[in-house]
């Protein structure tokens, strides 16, 4: 069964980091470009980073680049997003993505 | 960055009504490769998305036949053939041609 399971959201004040996790099983990581997607709470769906399945390209829009890092571990079947410099609007869920797998979300609240 | 509009923002259906959802694009969404980057997702009431249809008219592994994908350039459509009662939940068009990729501000189907 494939599976993506989100860990790291959590409370954090504006400024400060964090770092999410997202592990892979029931599927080849390494074949697949991953995706990380946010939802803010009652709104639609963004796109907050991508990374190619080697993790030689990542790509961002510009809400994000410069503060947030997607990286891999494909040895580690492990996806992460470092979110530095956090503000109260990138408060929403994380989801990742492979596009055809999607994991149950992780919650990030910034807020003092 | 590509503005994708969606019509019409709900939409409500009886048992077995065909409904179709309209995905308009500010730019052409062909790519220079020849595909098309433009996917259809289903999020249900507290659930995660779903990937139902890729590449404008794939349907994605498990999704029923009742659901197609059709159009090109910057005009796309999905259609539900004989919506079911778990169909209802928000549909969002996504282009991933051009980056940064854009979502849609989605179709939310209810059931009458």
């Known amino acids: 069964e494939v599976q993506l399971v989100e860990s790291g959201g959590g409370l954090v004040q504006p400024g400060r980091s964090l770092k999410l996790s997202c592990v892979a099983s029931g599927f080849t990581f390494n074949n697949y470009w991953m995706t990380w997607i946010r939802q803010a709470p009652g709104k639609g769906l963004e796109w907050v980073a991508s990374i190619t399945n080697t993790g030689g390209s990542t790509y961002y829009p510009d809400s994000v680049k410069g503060r947030f890092t997607i990286s891999r571990d494909n040895a580690k079947s492990t996806l992460y997003l470092q979110m530095n410099s956090l503000r109260s609007e990138d408060t929403a869920t994380y989801y990742c993505?492979?596009?055809?797998?999607w994991g149950q979300g992780a919650s990030v609240t910034v807020s003092s | 960055d590509v503005v994708l509009t969606q019509t019409p923002p709900t939409l409500s259906a009886t048992i077995g009504q065909s409904v179709s959802i309209s995905c308009r694009s500010s730019q052409s969404l062909l790519d220079s490769d020849g595909d098309t980057y433009l996917n259809w997702l289903l999020q249900r009431p507290g659930q995660s998305p779903q990937l139902l249809i890729y590449?404008?008219?794939n349907l994605e592994s498990g999704v029923p036949n009742r659901f197609s994908g059709s159009g090109s350039e910057t005009d796309f459509t999905l259609k539900i053939s004989g919506v079911e009662a778990e169909d209802l939940g928000v549909y969002y068009c996504?282009?991933?041609?051009?980056?940064?990729?854009?979502f849609g501000s989605g179709t939310k189907l209810e059931i009458k």
């Open positions: 993505t492979s596009m055809d797998a």
């Open positions: 590449s404008v008219s």
């Open positions: 996504m282009q991933a041609t051009h980056a940064p990729f854009t």
